[in-house]
């Protein structure tokens, strides 16, 4: 299983990123996805997830702002990210599995991350 996250970078407050994952190793389209987030000195926190069958859900503190999607047939996740806030710096990760799930599945599933620094 091998994931790797692209796409972040420094972003005035009211900007847009868009992050994505590329996954192998495993079968992509049956697969929940999350993006899940680390701040400094914070514990990782659940992002956003879609489920494999396009179900999308979102932390409370993103939801209207940021969108995930996934392309199957790239075996790719994105997060499109709208309305940066500073709040939202972090190293950014993908991994498998949904909710509270994902926070655990990333201690073994995850990229390097990317990070996402929001300042003016």
């Known amino acids: 299983v091998r994931v790797e996250e692209s796409g972040g970078g420094l972003v005035q407050p009211g900007g847009s990123l868009r992050l994505s994952c590329a996954a192998s190793?495993?079968?992509?389209?049956?697969?929940?996805m999350s993006w899940v987030r680390q701040a400094p000195g914070k514990e990782v926190e659940w992002v956003s997830d879609i489920r494999r069958d396009g179900a999308t859900y979102y932390a409370e503190s993103v939801k209207g702002r940021f969108t995930i999607s996934r392309d199957n047939a790239k075996n790719t996740l994105y997060l499109q990210m709208n309305r940066l806030q500073p709040e939202d710096t972090a190293v950014y990760y993908c991994t498998t599995g949904d909710g509270a799930v994902a926070t655990i599945s990333w201690r073994t599933v995850r990229g390097q991350g990317t990070q996402v620094t929001v300042s003016s």
């Open positions: 190793g495993f079968t992509f389209r049956l697969a929940d």
